[in-house]
């Protein structure tokens, strides 16, 4: 299942950083893994552990499922881009995503929902479709009737994250362009996208 409804400061621990498109919220309170041994020494991880929490923070932090992430990664592994930088981009350029690192929303799941619900048009034309892959000079604006949304004003006023470079907003007037394809460096979070292709190479 794609979305996560469990505890999410509990999942941050897991995988030891925050994930700001899964939720606001953060782990530096306890900055350890959860449950009652969770601030003795550990062993040091597997390399299939240590793909494995690679791995796992695409998946939480962009909410694909499994058969999702195997999907991009095959059209990766098809481009002529290094398979890595080549899944980050797809993954920047759904729909959800976008709307979130543009400001519109605070987190990933709330983009969906304002996405779903049909907020949101892509050059003129209502989109609901949360994995809706945009593409350059993409231009997204809210419907008329949704620009005044209270949960947008306030995710505007105070952004979760920065705008990355590849996208041009317009706060006043709600609105985004797409001016660029993201790169492996517009990724908001730390992430070794190699050891997540040598994961999938055992198993495709």
């Not at 020494?41 to 240590?50: E, F, T, V």
């Not at 796992?56 to 990766?76: D, P």
């Not at 976008?98 to 519109?104: E, K, L």
């Not at 304002?114 to 231009?139: A, C, M, Q, T, W």
Request: no cysteine.
């Amino acid at each position: 299942m794609a979305r996560y409804l469990g505890p999410k400061v509990k999942k941050l621990r897991s995988l030891g950083l925050d994930l700001p498109g899964l939720t606001t919220k953060s782990m530096q309170k306890r900055p350890y893994k959860p449950g009652q041994h969770g601030q003795k020494r550990r062993r040091r991880p597997s390399d299939h552990g240590r793909q494995l929490v690679e791995k796992q923070k695409i998946r939480f932090n962009y909410g694909v499922g499994e058969k999702q992430l195997r999907n991009l990664m095959k059209e990766a592994r098809k481009s002529k881009v290094a398979t890595g930088s080549k899944l980050a981009e797809l993954l920047e350029r759904r729909l959800d995503n976008t709307v979130f690192r543009a400001g519109f929303a605070k987190t990933i799941p709330g983009a969906r929902q304002l996405v779903n619900h049909g907020h949101f048009l892509i050059n003129g034309k209502k989109i609901n479709i949360p994995s809706y892959r945009i593409s350059e000079n993409d231009e997204i604006t809210l419907r008329e009737k949704s620009k005044d949304l209270a949960v947008v004003d306030e995710s505007i006023s105070s952004p979760s994250v920065s705008v990355p470079e590849w996208l041009a907003v317009d706060t006043e007037n709600k609105k985004a362009k797409i001016s660029a394809l993201p790169t492996v460096e517009s990724v908001p979070f730390e992430l070794d996208l190699q050891l997540v292709v040598e994961f999938y190479s055992k198993r495709m």
